[in-house]
C-alpha cells in the first residue's frame, strides 16, 4: 500500500496560480497509476487529473484542460499538479490517489486504492 502526503494548498487569487506537491512511500510508486481529485463543499469528489506510471500519458477533466498540468519525478516518488489561471469554481479539497498498477483505459475512471488525507485551495475575489 502507498502512503501519500499532498502539500502545496494555499490562498490564492482568481487568476493566480498554485503548484500542488504528493509524495509517495512504502510502495511501488514507480508502478502506481496516479491521480488528482478535488472536492467542493457540499459536491461529490471529482477527478481532475491522472497520469500514467511512466508520466508519458495525461488526462484532465474538460474544466481543468489547459490551466493544470499534471507530472510526476518518479526519482523523487512525487507527483504534482501546477494550477494556473485559477477560478472560484477551483476551489476545494485536493487529495493526490495512487493506485499499484496501471491506469485503466478511461484513465478517469480508474479505481484508485491509497488517498492522501488532502490538501485545500482556497480562491478568492
Known amino acids: 500500500q502507498v502512503q501519500l502526503v499532498e502539500s502545496g494548498g494555499d490562498s490564492v487569487q482568481v487568476g493566480g496560480s498554485l503548484k500542488l506537491s504528493c509524495t509517495a512511500s512504502?510502495?511501488?510508486?514507480?508502478?502506481?497509476?496516479m491521480g488528482w481529485f478535488r472536492q467542493a463543499q457540499g459536491k461529490e469528489r471529482e477527478a481532475v487529473a491522472v497520469?500514467?506510471?511512466?508520466?508519458?500519458?495525461?488526462v484532465y477533466v474538460d474544466s481543468v484542460r489547459g490551466r493544470f498540468t499534471i507530472s510526476r519525478d518518479n526519482a523523487k516518488n512525487t507527483m504534482y499538479l501546477q494550477m494556473n489561471s485559477l477560478k472560484p469554481e477551483d476551489a476545494g479539497m485536493y487529495y493526490c490517489?495512487?493506485?499499484?498498477?496501471?491506469?485503466?483505459?478511461?484513465?478517469?475512471?480508474?479505481?484508485?486504492?491509497?488517498w492522501g488525507q488532502g490538501t485545500q485551495v482556497t480562491i478568492s475575489s
Open positions: 497520469i500514467s506510471t511512466t508520466g508519458t500519458k495525461a
Open positions: 512504502g510502495g511501488t510508486y514507480i508502478r502506481s497509476c
Open positions: 490517489a495512487a493506485r499499484t498498477t496501471y491506469c485503466a483505459v478511461d484513465f478517469l475512471a480508474t479505481k484508485f486504492t491509497s
